[in-house]
């Protein structure tokens, strides 16, 4: 089997504002028989993948999910997971870094700041589609998150996803909490979204139900009374519309 190392040591990065030299960068590829593993690493960032089958299979795969993915949408405007699971490939992918990397010196050029960066996700078709990051430390100019957590993960209807995001007062920013959760299924998704300021009250308490219908799509609100910008609201009697597609 052939395999590929590449090291490059005195190298750099321009951007607009500053010329950076990264430490060394290292590129490892090796396809097997029955593995596949590649890794970068350029700092403290650290990438691997691994996938669990020969380079042409999974290559073929990935071309067919994108190819499918790519029907189901212009066909339905909606994508069904569920169908596509047996197809997937076996592969894992990990990626961590902190703030000596490329990726967090062209960051700084748009003034966004991190602590550290965690990505894990894998895909099979015995455990379907699985992600975790989290994100530590965002700063934005003067704005600060402390905590951005990601989880999406799959069962036996769809997908199902929750994302966190966690602010404390800094400076003379208030502290806050929100979070978004639902799923995506086979004609129909769904998404939940909060948001808690520092006093306990209630910015946003918010559902979403959207089904597919005949001519587009059919909008569900909940609860009975939902909160935006901590003001109840009310669509109609139902908190419902339709919304037809031009299709």
Avoid: C
């Amino acid at each position: 089997a052939h395999s590929l190392d590449v090291t490059l040591g005195n190298w750099s990065l321009m951007v607009e504002k500053q010329t950076i030299q990264p430490k060394m960068l290292t590129l490892g590829f090796r396809p097997n028989a029955d593995t596949v593993r590649g890794s970068f690493h350029a700092g403290d960032l650290d990438i691997m993948m691994t996938g669990n089958a020969d380079l042409n299979t999974l290559a073929n795969k990935l071309s067919y999910l994108s190819g499918e993915l790519g029907k189901q949408l212009k066909r339905d405007s909606m994508v069904n997971i569920q169908e596509l699971r047996p197809e997937f490939p076996d592969m894992s992918i990990q990626v961590n870094a902190e703030r000596d990397n490329p990726i967090y010196n062209f960051m700084q050029e748009y003034n966004m700041f991190f602590e550290t960066l965690d990505l894990n996700a894998t895909i099979s078709p015995e455990e379907g589609l699985n992600v975790n990051g989290t994100l530590l430390s965002l700063v934005k100019d003067t704005l600060k998150i402390d905590t951005i957590r990601l989880n999406i993960w799959q069962d036996t209807l769809g997908l199902q996803y929750e994302a966190d995001v966690a602010k404390n007062r800094f400076r003379h920013q208030e502290a806050f909490r929100a979070n978004a959760h639902g799923y995506i299924r086979k004609g129909d998704g769904d998404i939940f979204v909060s948001y808690t300021n520092s006093h306990g009250e209630e910015g946003i308490h918010l559902g979403i139900n959207i089904e597919k219908a005949s001519e587009g799509f059919d909008f569900h609100f909940y609860p009975e009374k939902p909160i935006i910008a901590f003001m109840h609201f009310t669509v109609n009697d139902n908190n419902y519309f339709r919304f037809k597609s031009l299709k």
